[in-house]
């Protein structure tokens, strides 16, 4: 890739074509990142939408940063949990199981609307019914489902077979849905249903759901778009959206209120910046704990001299999979709590607990969806989102599959219906920029709940130590160790893991590249110009523009 007009890497085609159709018609980097997202809650549904939360870092041309985190938010009160509808699923990996819950009591106050419209008020220069304007004509005119989006859904399938409006949008053509059908009451309607199909046996549903080259129309929610754009945030968190929430949370047994919607509000932060070597990193700050986990690993892996230990090799892995350790033990120690505060946590004394471990070591030894943009002026802009698996219901009239944030244990520590009201919920999301001694910039985040922070660190060691070029950075096979279990990719030498899994009695081999590893979706401009490279573990891809 060389000059033009910008770089995007997402995970979708249709989501970088939305956003690339801005960078064509004069908008900025943030005017296509919005477009982008928008499109990615038509084109990536179960890891995008207007349900959800995230965070967006960015780069002006002028260098200045901004971190907005418009993540969800616990609601103000708690609901007694024998009233609320809160249950388990399993999302089936292949060659691992989780469990995630789901239901109306799972749905955390939203912040993806809000957090839209900060930036696009704070950093756009077109109007946003022209930034909505690819995402609705994909919803109308319909998106084929390709083999991720249908991979990914078959993995979540039981919250997509939660409940009749899932299915209604969700379902396969001509069995639980009409093509391309817009029989909707509207959003401010009564339409749900008093029960769940949690109540009728939804773990042994198997009803039909969308598949590769099925096309998945989504004309609710080309309207939702459309109103939005056209009256702003207020009609998502004071008007008849707010209204519509608040009744079907009552009703179904969820937890959010429209007053919880009325107060909620998007925090602007400054970016946590470490330095790693001859690089400087400006990454996702407290309360999300993604950014600090990855700092913490880059000033351990400081301590360790990757001269003579190339990337794959033995030392590599072993001390990897070490700092890995190391920064999984200093987040159970602090993060046994709720929120983890980075001043403590990167402080010298704490680190040099760890540090001198990684320095004994070395004596002894010798992967929710992201968009990356950069634009012609030098603005540059990372995001992260996740609706997590969603929860089941959607709201009435909308086509909008609304989050289970309050259902995901990561997010959890102290268990579920434990939370603190009214308060940020922590995340492991961490969109981050690096700027390169040579002038080079690059932006990149990554999905994968616990494996986002190792999935970014080793594409920044994989630049930074190993000389590797964006495309190699992201698409060379990883481990991730959390809880003292490693679990290795396929693609490095059986030789090589020979000698490492006798360090680690407790792992998995996987027998192929997997989107369990994160999708670090990156941009880069450098003196050859911008380059892109999406990660093929979840779709990705980058083109230029």
């Avoid at 913490?296 to 892995?317: C, I, N, R, T």
């Avoid at 995001?383 to 990561?410: A, F, K, W, Y």
């Avoid at 279990?485 to 490492?500: K, N, P, Q, T, W």
Wanted: aromatic share 8%; with cysteine; proline share 5%.
């Amino acid at each position: 890739m060389s000059d033009g007009k910008g770089v995007v890497a997402a995970g979708h085609d249709l989501t970088i074509r939305a956003a690339g159709e801005i960078l064509k018609s004069g908008g900025n980097a943030f005017d296509a990142v919005v477009a982008g997202h928008l499109a990615a809650c038509v084109t990536e549904p179960v890891l995008s939408s207007a349900g959800g939360g995230g965070f967006l870092l960015t780069q002006t041309s002028g260098g200045s940063q901004m971190l907005y985190d418009f993540f969800t938010q616990t609601p103000l009160r708690h609901r007694n949990p024998e009233e609320i509808e809160f249950y388990p699923i399993s999302a089936d990996f292949g060659e691992t199981m989780q469990e995630f819950h789901i239901g109306m009591g799972a749905f955390a106050t939203p912040g993806t609307v809000k957090g839209l419209f900060a930036v696009h008020r704070d950093l756009c220069s077109m109007p946003m019914k022209r930034l909505a304007e690819p995402a609705i004509e994909m919803a109308r005119k319909g998106v084929v489902m390709n083999h991720f989006q249908s991979y990914i859904i078959d993995i979540v399938s039981p919250v997509f077979r939660a409940s009749e409006e899932a299915l209604r949008v969700y379902g396969k053509p001509g069995e639980n849905r009409e093509k391309g059908s817009n029989g909707k009451p509207g959003i401010g309607s009564e339409t749900h249903e008093a029960v769940g199909l949690k109540d009728k046996g939804a773990s042994e549903n198997k009803a039909k759901l969308v598949e590769e080259g099925d096309v998945l129309f989504q004309p609710e929610l080309a309207d939702f778009l459309e109103e939005l754009a056209a009256e702003g945030d207020d009609f998502f968190y004071c008007g008849e959206v707010a209204q519509s929430i608040a009744r079907l949370s009552r009703d179904l047994g969820g937890q959010v209120t429209a007053e919880d919607l009325e107060n909620y509000e998007v925090f602007r932060r400054r970016p946590l910046e470490v330095a790693y070597r001859n690089s400087r990193l400006a990454i996702n700050p407290a309360p999300s704990s993604g950014g600090t986990l990855i700092a913490f690993a880059l000033k351990l892996m400081e301590e360790v001299d990757m001269a003579g230990m190339p990337y794959g090799s033995p030392g590599h892995l072993l001390h990897l999979a070490r700092v890995q350790q190391l920064t999984d033990m200093a987040r159970l120690d602090r993060l046994a709590d709720r929120n983890l505060p980075d001043a403590g946590f990167l402080d010298p004394d704490y680190l040099r607990r760890f540090q001198d471990q990684i320095r004994n070591y070395a004596r002894k030894y010798g992967g929710t969806t992201h968009i990356s943009i950069m634009d012609s002026d030098g603005n540059t802009a990372a995001l992260t989102t996740s609706n997590g698996e969603g929860c089941g219901r959607i709201l009435p009239g909308s086509g909008v599959m609304l989050n289970n944030m309050l259902g995901e244990e990561d997010l959890h520590p102290d268990g579920f219906h434990k939370w603190p009201e009214n308060t940020r919920i922590t995340s492991m999301m961490a969109p981050a920029i690096l700027n390169r001694p040579d002038g080079s910039v690059i932006a990149l985040g990554s999905g994968g709940s616990n494996r986002i922070r190792t999935a970014i660190l080793q594409v920044l060691l994989n630049i930074i130590d190993h000389g590797m070029s964006v495309e190699d950075a992201v698409t060379r096979p990883r481990i991730h160790c959390e809880k003292d279990f490693l679990s290795v990719e396929y693609g490095f030498d059986r030789d090589v893991l020979a000698r490492v899994v006798k360090e680690w009695p407790d792992h998995k081999l996987w027998s192929g590249s997997n989107l369990f590893f994160g999708g670090t979706h990156s941009v880069m401009y450098g003196p050859s110009g911008f380059h892109g490279a999406g990660d093929p573990r979840r779709g990705g891809s980058a083109r230029l523009f």
